[in-house]
């Protein structure tokens, strides 16, 4: 049984963070991206996302090895993927791709490299933007190219790749849903520090990762996706071999009408408790209909950020208490009180924040693992 192992949500094209080359698209390039595992198996295949496409994208050809240094495969590892038998695909206008599934065993923990080569104009491309890791990119068809001198140019986005799936025969994955705080915003860059890798480790279970930086409960967002309540479907519940549904999410919906330094923290209206807590009955609704074990998680503390005011403190503290107390979670794990100063509990402790005072560093993604490792 084809299980997921890693996944990535897909986002609108979009300047980004960081640059990127969402907006541009490719055309006689190939893309080279390195992600890790959370499950192993003998055999994989990857999923391709275009949610976000207006026209078909000609897949040329495809690969995927055990990851080296850089933009490397470890030799020997290579193996071409192939889609319902042949070598090159389109990938559907607002839809997805999986491929054959190919022989290659790996080991949770472990990272492979998936190369897909472009040899028409893509358009914009569907890409998660946050990846914390580099994706590299060369001139001409490098799918067979194990050494990776070809690959010229690197981003910190991941292109059309939304998961890769391993023959685990297992069906209790972890999927952690949220912000920025989930994507690993504030974790240590090619590292592989971010709370769902954490989790993984200390338990042992596959753990997808659904965070999408600067993401919305109740709004959709050019840069920050789909809101919530919307993309949990595609997101967490038609992954295979998903049991259990971590919330993490409501921050920016308080947060973003704080400020008006951020063009893009925008729709940015001011919102009461009642209506994040009606989002978060939504999202536990979806899940118990899947069949899935529900765990909510409180925001963590944010005081002294560009998030934080008056208001943000009086509907976070009311929302991390319906929370707590409603019942209406299967689990809770506390991650406010996990995280705060002790001397200032509207606040990151200084160890855990990396310095914004709203995204934990990677001690405080490892509390955060650590907290909901107990619950599992």
Do not use: C
Not at 173 to 185: E, K, M, P, Q, R
Not at 371 to 376: E, F, G, P, R
Request: aromatic share 8%; net charge negative.
């Amino acid at each position: 049984m084809f299980s997921a192992s890693w996944i990535a949500s897909p986002q609108l094209p979009s300047e980004g963070f960081t640059p990127n080359w969402s907006r541009e698209g490719f055309w006689r390039q190939s893309v080279r991206q390195a992600v890790r595992l959370s499950a192993g198996g003998a055999r994989v295949r990857v999923r391709l996302s275009h949610a976000y496409g207006t026209s078909p994208v000609r897949i040329a050809g495809a690969s995927v090895g055990r990851t080296a240094a850089g933009a490397a495969v470890r030799p020997g590892s290579l193996v071409p993927l192939a889609f319902g038998g042949a070598g090159d695909a389109t990938l559907p206008a607002r839809g997805e791709l999986v491929s054959d599934d190919v022989p290659l065993t790996v080991a949770a923990g472990e990272s492979v490299t998936v190369t897909l080569y472009f040899d028409t104009t893509t358009g914009p491309a569907t890409f998660h933007a946050q990846a914390f890791t580099s994706s590299h990119r060369g001139d001409g068809d490098l799918t067979a190219d194990t050494g990776g001198a070809g690959f010229d140019a690197a981003t910190e986005s991941w292109y059309f790749l939304s998961a890769v799936e391993a023959d685990s025969g297992r069906a209790d994955a972890v999927a952690l849903f949220g912000d920025s705080v989930t994507d690993g915003f504030g974790s240590t860059p090619g590292a592989d520090r971010r709370w769902s890798d954490a989790l993984a480790e200390r338990t042992g279970r596959p753990v997808l990762n659904a965070g999408i930086g600067g993401n919305l409960l109740l709004n959709d967002s050019a840069w920050y996706g789909e809101k919530g309540i919307h993309r949990l479907r595609r997101d967490v519940l038609d992954q295979p071999g998903v049991d259990t549904l971590v919330v993490l999410l409501g921050l920016n919906d308080i947060g973003f009408s704080e400020t008006d330094e951020q063009p893009t923290y925008k729709p940015a209206p001011v919102l009461e408790a009642e209506e994040l807590i009606a989002g978060h009955r939504e999202l536990i609704r979806q899940g118990r209909v899947a069949g899935l074990r529900v765990i909510g998680a409180t925001l963590p503390p944010f005081g002294g950020s560009d998030h934080w005011g008056e208001h943000a403190a009086k509907v976070s503290h009311e929302l991390n208490e319906w929370i707590r107390r409603s019942g209406e979670y299967d689990a809770v794990v506390d991650l406010n009180r996990a995280l705060a100063d002790p001397e200032d509990p509207d606040r990151l402790l200084p160890a855990y924040d990396f310095g914004d005072h709203l995204h934990p560093n990677d001690a405080g993604y490892e509390v955060m693992a650590e907290a909901v490792s107990a619950l599992l």
